[in-house]
């Protein structure tokens, strides 16, 4: 199993550029979640999801939105990059126990 | 609202010491801790978990234990190595039905050889 897969890894935005990071689990999982850590930091909850065409909102969601067309994917979209989003973006899923991606880190300059 | 924290945000330890990693939660009805390690560069990996109607948990050179009076949790690691030398997040879920894990800003270790 690969288990969490995050792409890309590394990623450089103007301010007002779009993408979405991607995300994909191969473990079955219900619950997918992605946090961002800026430097030095813990991690903040972005969003959630508990199953495939349901989402919602945790700690720090604005600017962001999340879709989960499958239980596989969980894509992260950014629509107008700020300088304030550049951190390193992890995708989670989980049982129980939380299994990580190895994160995107992302610059908006 | 509820919070998860920590005592210490940095520790040195030297090499074959134990180290003991603090955390404080505020959220009384949490019923789940669990600790992850932080490697440079890497995602969080699950070290161990322990549920609030436990005190004590060990695993393979680390211990958790739980005071449930106080709100605090620690990490001990015996006969620290260098390759323990990462940071360490605590983190609680809440007790809630979409099993939301919150975590604490971390305490980077150090291992001095």
């Known amino acids: 199993n690969a288990g969490v897969t995050q792409t890309p890894k590394f990623r450089i935005l103007k301010i007002g550029q779009s993408m979405t990071l991607q995300c994909t689990q191969d473990?079955?999982?219900?619950?997918m979640y992605w946090y961002r850590q800026d430097p030095g930091m813990g991690l903040k909850l972005i969003y959630y999801?508990?199953?495939?065409?349901?989402?919602d909102k945790g700690e720090v969601p604005n600017g962001y939105n999340v879709s989960r067309s499958t239980t596989e994917d969980f894509p992260l979209r950014l629509e107008l990059a700020a300088p304030s989003q550049t951190s390193v973006y992890f995708c989670?899923?989980?049982?129980?126990?939380?299994?990580f991606g190895s994160g995107t880190q992302l610059s908006v300059l | 609202g509820e919070s998860v924290g920590l005592h210490l945000p940095t520790l040195s330890v030297q090499e074959g010491d134990n180290s003991i990693i603090n955390c404080a939660y505020s959220?009384?009805?949490?019923?789940?801790f669990i600790w992850y390690k932080q490697e440079s560069g890497k995602g969080p990996q699950f070290i161990i978990d322990?549920?609030?109607?436990?005190d004590k948990r060990q695993g393979q050179r680390v211990t958790v234990l739980l005071n449930k009076t106080v709100k605090h949790l620690s990490l001990q690691i015996a006969a620290t190595q260098p390759g323990d030398s990462a940071v360490y997040f605590c983190?609680?879920?809440?007790?809630?039905?979409?099993?939301?894990?919150?975590f604490g800003p971390g305490t980077s270790l150090s291992v001095i050889p």
């Open positions: 983190a609680e879920k809440e007790e809630t039905s979409y099993d939301k894990v919150i």
């Open positions: 322990i549920r609030s109607n436990m």
């Open positions: 989670a899923s989980s049982y129980y126990k939380l299994f």
């Open positions: 999801s508990v199953g495939a065409g349901i989402t």
């Open positions: 473990m079955n999982h219900n619950y």
């Open positions: 959220n009384s009805a949490s019923d789940y």
